[in-house]
């Protein structure tokens, strides 16, 4: 049978949200079978993001004891319901990590709202297993020029950064200004590599030098460290004397963002904010306002969003940057210590699990 990792209930029973960290558990789960226009997927690869660290600390709506952890996957198609297409078969893929959302650019369609992928009730899909089944309109060509680790380290954050940076800044075009904070987490940077590839002019905040001079050889023009006092004023001063401003902020932290922004931000500039792991609240001030700066809150992307950044993907030739690689879903101890990275904020990139070779064989 094939192997999946879930997360398990301490003593039987769930624990209070923050004050439990529930343990990894691998298990035999039943072959899936694919429907009519499913595609059978043998997996190579998946990859950590935040949501599954906050899944075991009981910090993410819906936890599932049941449903394999992850989003992230890439795999390839060893066989086909009766009405998909066989040009799938044998192909290189990378999962779509969520559901309900086609193309609408305001947000997603389905009325139960956005289900991603990995470890809740709210989706009966996972990517930390051996083979799945998904519908052929829910996988995208893995673009050739990635590594297995790469292309699973691309799908969640990917789509996040895209959206964030290419469809709510409106300052995704070469030369303009966009300083992006905490360099090192996946949708960091992954908007670095979109915008550079753009022709933006990026700047980066990191709690880390090490982070900020890594991201300077990946075509960052300059950095600062936001355990600085006032490192606005030191941002400022790198800003070039032809455009003196930013254009646009990503931000995936809150806290004293606002703050910051109205220093370094130009009239009608944007702040897009998808994620606040400061704290769930933050202050809009009146001098904002005054300044008529934009907040736009920005979660994941729609099923076209994930094709098209694919296809960036695919045309710049980007490469996903990927921190570290445990290999095979058996070592338990390994995969447990990816998430101790996660928890101490050290890893620059993505963790990824290599599942098995992209030569193993089927599970069934």
């Known amino acids: 049978m094939p192997k999946a990792i879930t997360i398990e209930p301490i003593d039987g029973k769930p624990g209070k949200p923050g004050q439990v960290y529930y343990p990894l558990s691998l298990r035999n789960v039943p072959a899936p079978s694919p429907g009519s226009n499913d595609l059978l997927i043998t997996l190579h690869s998946a990859a950590l993001n935040h949501r599954d660290l906050f899944l075991r600390q009981h910090l993410y709506p819906s936890p599932s004891f049941t449903v394999p952890l ?15 297409s066989k040009s799938w078969l044998g192909k290189k893929v990378i999962l779509t990590p969520g559901r ?9 369609e389905d009325k139960t709202g956005y289900k991603t992928l990995g470890g809740t009730k709210t989706c009966e899909l996972g990517t930390l297993q051996e083979v799945v089944c998904v519908s052929e309109d829910e996988v995208e060509l893995a673009p050739e020029h990635l590594t297995p680790a790469e292309a699973a380290a691309l799908p969640l954050t990917g789509l996040t950064g895209w959206r964030a940076l290419v469809s709510k800044s409106a300052n995704w075009e070469e030369g303009r200004n966009i300083l992006v904070t905490g360099i090192g987490g996946g949708v960091a940077l992954n908007v670095l590599q979109f915008a550079v590839a753009k022709g933006c002019r990026v700047w980066v905040t990191s709690g880390s030098q090490e982070k900020i001079d890594k991201a ?11 355990k600085t006092e006032g490192w606005e004023k030191e941002l400022k001063k790198q800003l070039p004397k032809d455009r003196p401003h930013l254009d646009a902020i990503i931000d995936g932290a809150g806290g004293n963002v606002v703050s910051k922004a109205v220093r370094l931000l ?7 904010q998808y994620g606040m792991t400061v704290a769930p609240k933050m202050d809009w001030t009146m001098p904002a306002v005054l300044k008529n700066l934009e907040l736009k809150g920005s979660t994941m992307g729609s099923r076209k969003e994930f094709k098209d950044m694919i296809a960036f993907v695919n045309e710049k030739k980007i490469r996903p940057v990927v921190s570290r690689v445990v290999k095979g879903i058996d070592n338990i101890r390994e995969i447990d210590g990816l998430f101790e990275e996660m928890k101490k904020g050290s890893q620059f990139g993505k963790l990824v699990v290599e599942i098995q070779g992209e030569g193993g064989s089927s599970k069934l």
Do not use: E, H
């Open 70 to 84: 992850l989003a992230d996957g890439f795999g390839t198609v060893t066989s086909l319901g009766s009405s998909a």
């Open 100 to 108: 309900g959302w086609k193309d609408d650019p305001a947000g997603p």
């Open 216 to 226: 300077k050889k990946m075509g960052a023009k300059g950095g600062v460290s936001y």
């Open 266 to 272: 130009k009239p009608g500039g944007v702040i897009v």
